[in-house]
């Protein structure tokens, strides 16, 4: 690309970035005087037409690859929630009574049985079963088939 071709504009740009002071398109009356300027700055700082192009916003600026190193991911860490507690205690050998499920997540135990039928059972699909133990209570518990 000309440096002629260059909008007055593009050529304040130039001008604003070579010399460091503030000028606008308005500064110049003229075209030809801008190209001038451009000319006589490039004259005078040695500067190349990419210099002056790239100084007039139109090409980049060629930067050195510099390598990033990867993104080092670490494992969150698992979010201990109240279904957690429920399913992990309801996975063990014996099971859990109401109690037992409503000691450890604080809920009322309609809440948790509410959490067993519609949660687990229908949502999850897990077999949950209700048994009563040897000492005469009733047991929750995920029966695994498998």
């Known amino acids: 690309m000309e440096i002629k071709k260059l909008k007055v504009s593009q050529l304040a ?4 970035t070579i010399t460091g002071t503030p000028t606008t398109a308005k500064s110049f009356n003229y075209k030809f005087k801008a190209v001038d300027r451009v000319i006589e700055l490039m004259n005078e700082h040695k500067l190349t037409r990419e210099q ?3 100084a007039a916003g139109l090409t980049r600026i060629e930067t050195p690859k510099t ?17 957690s507690i429920l ?7 014996s099971g859990a009574s109401i109690d037992e499920l409503t000691k450890a997540t604080g809920w009322q135990p309609h809440t948790v049985r509410g959490a067993i039928s519609n949660v687990l059972r229908k949502k999850l699909g ?10 005469g209570k009733q047991v929750y518990r995920i029966y695994d088939e498998a």
């Open 52 to 54: 002056i192009l790239q």
């Open 67 to 83: 390598t990033v190193p990867p993104k080092v991911t670490t494992a969150k860490p698992q979010r201990i929630t109240k279904q």
């Open 87 to 93: 399913i992990d205690m309801l996975q063990t050998g």
């Open 13 to 16: 740009r130039a001008i604003e």
């Open 126 to 135: 897990l077999n949950v079963v209700n048994e009563q133990s040897f000492s």
